[in-house]
């Protein structure tokens, strides 16, 4: 079950976050917030509801208003896996491509 300091820990990081990006203080309503995070925290971890809530603030939602999060949430979770998963994939490629280069370049100096 989530603790209530859980949930009030991903409050203060959703009212950060959205400082950060607008610019002023959050004016929502606390009660009903801590509501959404305490029922995000029984479908995943901290650390991914961080995630979470870091990654809307990243796409593009005007205003990134609380009330579409909270019917949200389990969407932008699915997105951030994706999105993390094809960061992990391009980095191996990446990594792949950059040792068959170097192979391919050893082979031509000699």
């Known amino acids: 079950m989530a ?3 859980e949930s009030l820990d991903l409050m203060r990081l959703w009212y950060s976050c959205w400082e950060q990006k607008y610019g ?5 309503n606390s009660h009903a917030d ?3 995070f305490i029922d995000m925290l029984r479908d995943m971890s901290i650390g991914e509801a961080q995630q979470v809530i870091k990654y809307y603030f990243q796409v593009q939602n ?3 208003p609380m009330t579409w999060f909270r019917y949200h949430y389990h969407e932008l979770y699915e997105q951030w896996q ?4 094809d960061r992990q994939m391009r980095r191996r ?3 792949q491509t950059l ?3 170097r192979a ?3 082979s031509n100096d000699k």
């Open 3 to 5: 603790s209530k300091s």
């Open 24 to 28: 002023k203080e959050y004016n929502g």
């Open 34 to 36: 801590q509501w959404i």
């Open 62 to 64: 005007p205003g990134h």
């Open 82 to 85: 994706d999105v993390e998963a």
């Open 93 to 95: 490629l990446q990594q």
């Open 99 to 101: 040792a068959r280069l």
């Open 104 to 106: 391919h370049e050893a």
